[in-house]
């Protein structure tokens, strides 16, 4: 139970981070956009439990993608392999930037 709740935290913290690196990255009008799509009830406003809502399927779906066998927990294997992947998107990414 504690692992369960320990790798938890580290996709919260993962998630928190990989989403301010892509708001910095696409100037915050990404994440503007992500936020409004949390205020379910089309008020024009954006509740912390709408916030919290939205963030937390955000954070089931990115563990989802990393935990790639299922089982509920990331590995040593998973995680490496969420690392190469994410050297290989980095680079492509400065590959399609030094093209402009």
């Known amino acids: 139970m504690k692992k369960s709740i320990s790798y938890l935290a580290l996709s919260v913290v993962l998630a928190f981070g990989a ?13 503007e956009k992500h936020e409004m799509k949390a205020d379910v009830n089309n008020d024009g406003k954006v509740s912390f439990e709408e916030f919290k809502s939205a963030r937390m399927k955000h954070m089931e779906e990115h563990f989802k993608r990393r935990d790639t066998n299922g089982d509920g927990f990331i590995d040593a294997d998973e995680k490496k392999a969420a690392r190469e992947k994410h050297k290989a998107h980095k680079k492509a990414c400065k590959r399609k930037k030094s093209e402009h």
Do not use: D, I, L
């Open 19 to 31: 989403a301010s690196v892509y708001a910095e990255h696409h100037g915050g009008k990404e994440t």
